[in-house]
């Protein structure tokens, strides 16, 4: 079964939370959302899902590594560079690190990101590619 993360370029959107904490409060059903990530500008966007940290990714899925060392190694970089970006992903929520003795283990829930990219900007004004 896919397990899907949704990304959109956005302001993170806290409409109904409070009242859907409320009713989990009081023990009524409520349906689970969609697991998405809002980032608030193209420009993060870029810098958070760039080729280097997509390759982390792919390699945490496709590999389970058992700590970042390990990482690093599969993707034949610098442990202390691939630290750097691990603790990026980890800080947008993209990746979870669980606690392997001494080590750290990258752990990701998902196996495929859709995107919503909006080529117009929220204004209604077209968005200036840099060619």
């Known amino acids: 079964m896919t397990r899907t993360l949704h990304v959109q370029i956005k302001s993170a959107d806290r409409s109904g939370l409070e009242e859907r904490l409320e009713a989990i409060d009081a023990g009524d059903d409520v349906e689970p959302s969609e697991p998405t990530l809002s980032i608030e500008d193209l420009e993060t966007f870029g810098r958070v899902f760039r080729s280097t940290n997509l390759e982390l990714l792919e390699a945490i899925v496709e590999?389970?590594?058992?700590?970042?060392?390990?990482?690093?190694?599969?993707?034949?970089?610098?442990?202390?560079?691939?630290?750097?970006?691990?603790?990026?992903?980890?800080?947008?929520?993209?990746?979870?690190?669980e606690e392997n003795g001494s080590a750290k283990r990258p752990v990701v829930w998902y196996d495929e990101i859709d995107a919503d990219l909006p080529l117009t900007s929220a204004s209604g004004r077209e968005r200036k590619a840099n060619a």
């Not at 970042?68 to 993209?94: K, M, S, T």
Request: glycine fraction near 2%; charge should be negative.
């Open 63 to 97: 590999h389970e590594p058992e700590s970042i060392r390990e990482l690093a190694r599969l993707v034949d970089r610098n442990p202390p560079e691939v630290l750097d970006n691990v603790n990026e992903l980890a800080d947008y929520g993209l990746i979870e690190l």
